[in-house]
Structures are given as structure tokens and as C-alpha cells.
């Protein structure tokens, strides 16, 4: 498809899905209606994140210079009136994410990846003068960079063939091992990690809850690694490496504009809910699930 049928395509599904999400309740208890709808604006933020514009204000210049025959109220709105709506709706992206995974996707629960990504608030020379979420943020080790940086990790759990089920936003001195109890809290089945999973204890622990957690042997050089060793499962768990590839590169997931845990929360939201909507329709089309770029010609 083209973008403008992807655009349109996007609409139908989200403007079907949200008055489901909300069971019929108003949204707002009093005031004028906003001049763009709800799923108009949702919409945009689905699509705008699909094209790399990780900046409130690039969506919106966007829309409004080459989209206005499909939005034609964007005229009319002004860029705080829009970032505000946008940002008000998180709970409704998080509801139509859930709906997404639980009514219209088939996945396979009882076999799962989980691993964590992380997502540095500021430079890491300036962290030490650095105001936004403070408090909250932290320092920790990006493995994959090997620094430490200044922010927060998004933990994640994939279940099979690719579909990201749960996500949980912690700081960044959490370890993998802390936050996989309440990741998989709820869940059964086979888990997949890497060597920060190799925790004997809360295998032992999440086995007990119907969770078997297999991780790698933490010293990969020792003698005894072989014996963990499965370069079947090793090409199994390295599934969630590209989802991750894929919020970093398209969604610039790392690039946290966000001065709050209020807008942060809606950015990590609308790039999940993007990412499950690609999701869909690939597995309508019978295509490759994660292959995002045939979706538009």
C-alpha cells in the first residue's frame, strides 16, 4: 500500500477499536470537544512514529503541511493544543495496545523473550547538572556500549513469533533480576534471557510459578558454560534484539525529548502501539511479522 492508504488503513482500525476501549464513556467530563478527534490524533502519532518523527513538533508540522485533505481541523489547532491532547490520551493508547494483543493477535504466551534496553535521559556529562527527571532516573551499565549512562531501562517481555506483551519502566541501577518477577508476573511457560538471567535462586523462585526461566551460563569462559549452551535458543532469544533495533532506529526510542514521566509514559505508549499495529497487519497479510518496511511502498 501507498502511505495515504496507509494512513487511511490506520484510521479505520483505531477509530473502530476506541469507542471499544472506552466502552462508550466520555473521555472528558466537561468542556468543548476538541476540534480534532480523538483517533485523528492517535492516527497521527502511530503514523508520524512509523516515519522516524520522534518530536511532537515534527508530527505535527508534518500533518499539517502534507496530510491537511485527511485532518483538515489541523488548520485550526495550534501545536500546544495538539501536544497536550496527544499526551492526555495515554491511557487510551495503552488500553487499545492491550485490545490489540489480547482480541486480534493470535501469539504463542507459553514461549517468551525477555530482556531490557536502555534509555539515557541526557549526555552522560551532563547528568550531574541535569534536572529533568530527577529523582527518578539513575546510573547504569549499557553492556552494548559498554558506558554507563544516566537514565532509565525499558524492560520487555516478546512472545513468540515477535509481539511485544509487556513492558516495565525502571531505573536505570535496576537489574534484570529485580524487575523479571514483576515482568512475568501472571505469565507460564518457557522464558528466554541472556547471562544477566542466570540467577539459580529466581529460577528456582519462578519455577515454583510456572515460569522456566532459561539464561546462559553467567561466565561465558567456563567449563561448565557448554552445558547451558544451545545455539538454537541463542538464535530464539536474539528475536528481541531486532524489536529493539526497531524502537531505537524507527521510533528513535532512545532519544528521550520528554521532560516528565507523564510524557515519556505516552512516547513509549505510542511507539508500542505502532509497533503492534505493524504487527497486525503484517500477520493479516501472512508477510514476515516484523518486516515493517513492506508495509508502505
Known sequence: ????????TCFCLIDEMVPMVTKGKRLRQRGPMPQ???????TMEVVGTYLGLSQDQEVFDYFRHHSRHFFPA??????????????????VKERLWCWLRDELISYDSGMSIVDSVPLPVCRFARAPWCV???????????HADRQTFYGFRLH???????????????????????????????TTGVVLGDRNYWLPDLQAF?????????????????????????????????????????????????????????????RLLRCLLMHTICFFFNQQDAAPYLQFDRLVA
Open 132 to 142: 529533568r527527571f530527577r529523582g527518578q532516573a539513575s546510573y547504569g551499565k549499557d
Open 36 to 42: 480534532l478527534a480523538d483517533s485523528e490524533v492517535i
Open 206 to 266: 519462578l519455577r515454583t510459578k510456572g515460569i522456566v526461566l532459561q539464561a546462559p551460563l553467567r561466565k561465558a569462559h567456563s567449563p561448565q558454560a557448554a552445558a547451558y549452551h544451545s545455539s538454537v535458543l541463542g538464535r530464539v532469544r536474539y528475536l528481541i534484539d531486532t524489536v529493539f533495533g526497531q524502537l531505537t532506529d524507527r521510533c528513535r526510542m532512545k532519544r528521550v525529548w520528554a521532560r516528565d514521566l507523564w510524557h515519556l509514559r505516552n
Open 74 to 91: 489541523m488548520g485550526q489547532v495550534a501545536r500546544t493544543t495538539f501536544v497536550r491532547q496527544a499526551a492526555n490520551l495515554w491511557a
Open 1 to 8: 500500500m501507498n502511505l495515504d492508504d496507509f494512513i487511511i
Open 156 to 186: 520487555a517481555q516478546l512472545s513468540w513469533p515477535g509481539l511485544l506483551t509487556r513492558v516495565f519502566l525502571a531505573p536505570a541501577n535496576e537489574a534484570d533480576g529485580e524487575i523479571v518477577p514483576l515482568l512475568l508476573e501472571g
